[in-house]
């Protein structure tokens, strides 16, 4: 029988009842507000969290749209593993029509639709979203436990196959991407100036993320004693990075160093990329990424994550040319995977400017 005919929804009835308590002190959404302001005293100055709270507002509202907005002392695990198991009965995809739907109308549009469902995965992350609201109620002592702790979502949708594409560019992927017009022709205009030209070679020299790429500035261009040229990412006024790890310096590729990238760097005032405007968290890559992906559409080459794919083909090269994770890790801003790794100093500037430059060059002349 289907678990849409159990009471794991809001009903009709429920609803009208869930309504009423809203208002209470102590329910789920005023204890979220309550942790929300509590998290950005905690991370003055970071408006990437915000993006964070944000998606865990998203899926504190979802929780109140099945259950009601309860008392958070009254809310047990048992409630959790109903959240859990309406979730994994919803569609994927909603429209704005479907999601004004009530909860068992949406269920029974995705079992007569034939939709996709929500994946087990997606679910177990809506349930840790909503885990650090249980976190904060403990530590105010409203509840003496997390009742999201121990309720899990089994996948049972096992891989047939090796998956032997990966998530990165292929060579073949790269040699067209950079193939194109906007890396030979300097007489053409750009969206975003030649952030469209730069942005793509530093990410895929580098496997750096966009984000970083795309908000640095002119001071955070250096050189060593050595005279190794260097990308400083960093936390700063509009700047920001998502873990300690990413704190990094990044060699300057060889290639890129001909192709005039330094000369850019003089010419720039401030922010490298000033083309680029900030989005809704601060981060000055999101108008970027989907014109990216417009222009990885029209080379015919379909991946799921076009800009981060420069990433993981970075890495997948890297572990080819037999360099090591750690250093591989160093200049992508991985945090070490081992202990031992953990207990290393940094390595040196010389070392990934060697695993760098070991990367084949790309058929790109100078043209700027």
Not at 71 to 84: F, L, N, Q, V
Not at 184 to 206: E, F, K, M, Q, V
Not at 304 to 327: I, N, W, Y
């Given at each position: 029988m289907s678990l849409a005919h159990e009471p794991l929804y809001v009903t009709a009835e429920s609803e009208s009842s869930a309504s009423n308590t809203f208002g209470i002190e102590n329910s789920i959404s005023n204890i979220y507000e309550h942790w929300r302001a509590s998290d950005l005293l905690q991370n003055k100055d970071n408006q990437s969290r915000l993006k964070t709270l944000?998606?865990?507002?998203?899926?504190?509202?979802?929780?109140?749209?099945?259950?009601?907005?309860?008392?958070?002392?009254?809310?047990?695990?048992?409630?959790?593993?109903?959240?859990?198991?309406?979730?994994?009965?919803?569609?994927?995809?909603r429209t704005q029509a479907v999601k004004s739907m009530p909860i068992p109308i949406q269920i029974r549009?995705?079992?007569?639709?034939?939709?996709?469902?929500?994946?087990?995965?997606?679910?177990?992350?809506?349930?840790k979203q909503i885990s650090p609201v249980f976190t904060y109620a403990v530590e105010l002592g409203l509840i003496s436990f997390n009742p999201t702790f121990g309720v899990s979502?089994?996948?049972?949708?096992?891989?047939?196959?090796?998956?032997?594409?990966g998530r990165g560019y292929s060579n073949h992927d790269i040699?067209?991407?950079?193939?194109?017009?906007?890396?030979?022709?300097?007489?053409?205009?750009?969206?975003?100036?030649?952030?469209?030209?730069?942005?793509?070679?530093?990410?895929?020299?580098?496997?750096?993320?966009?984000?970083e790429i795309a908000q640095l500035d002119q001071s955070d261009v250096g050189c060593d004693e050595n005279?190794?040229?260097?990308?400083?990412?960093?936390?700063?006024?509009?700047?920001?990075?998502?873990?300690?790890?990413?704190?990094?310096?990044?060699?300057?590729?060889?290639?890129?160093?001909?192709?005039?990238?330094?000369?850019?760097?003089?010419?720039?005032?401030?922010?490298?990329?000033?083309?680029?405007?900030?989005?809704?968290?601060?981060?000055?890559?999101?108008?970027?990424?989907?014109?990216?992906?417009?222009k990885v559409k029209t080379k015919g080459i379909?991946?799921?994550?076009?800009?981060?794919?420069?990433?993981?083909?970075?890495?997948?090269?890297?572990?080819?040319?037999?360099?090591?994770?750690?250093?591989?890790?160093s200049i992508t801003g991985h945090a070490a995977k081992s202990e031992g790794g953990r207990y290393c100093g940094p390595v040196p500037l010389k070392a990934k400017k060697e695993a760098i430059d070991k990367l084949p060059k790309l058929n790109l002349d100078r043209i700027y």
């Open positions: 944000d998606e865990t507002k998203a899926k504190v509202e979802r929780f109140v749209s099945i259950l009601g907005d309860k008392d958070i002392a009254s809310i047990s695990k048992s409630d959790i593993a109903k959240y859990r198991d309406t979730l994994l009965q919803l569609p994927k995809n549009f995705a079992e007569t639709s034939g939709a996709k469902l929500l994946s087990p995965k997606t679910v177990a992350n809506a349930i979502v089994k996948n049972t949708q096992k891989k047939t196959e090796a998956d032997i594409t040699t067209k991407l950079f193939s194109d017009e906007l890396f030979i022709d300097s007489s053409l205009n750009h969206t975003y100036g030649l952030a469209c030209y730069w942005i793509p070679l530093l990410c895929r020299y580098t496997g750096a993320r966009l984000s005279g190794i040229h260097y990308l400083n990412i960093r936390r700063g006024e509009g700047q920001s990075i998502k873990t300690d790890s990413s704190l990094r310096h990044i060699p300057i590729p060889e290639h890129i160093l001909e192709l005039g990238f330094l000369e850019f760097v003089d010419r720039a005032k401030g922010r490298l990329f000033s083309g680029l405007t900030s989005g809704t968290y601060g981060k000055y890559s999101g108008a970027f990424s989907k014109w990216w992906s417009a379909a991946i799921s994550q076009p800009t981060h794919a420069f990433r993981h083909a970075f890495k997948t090269e890297m572990r080819v040319l037999g360099v090591s994770d750690s250093v591989s890790d």
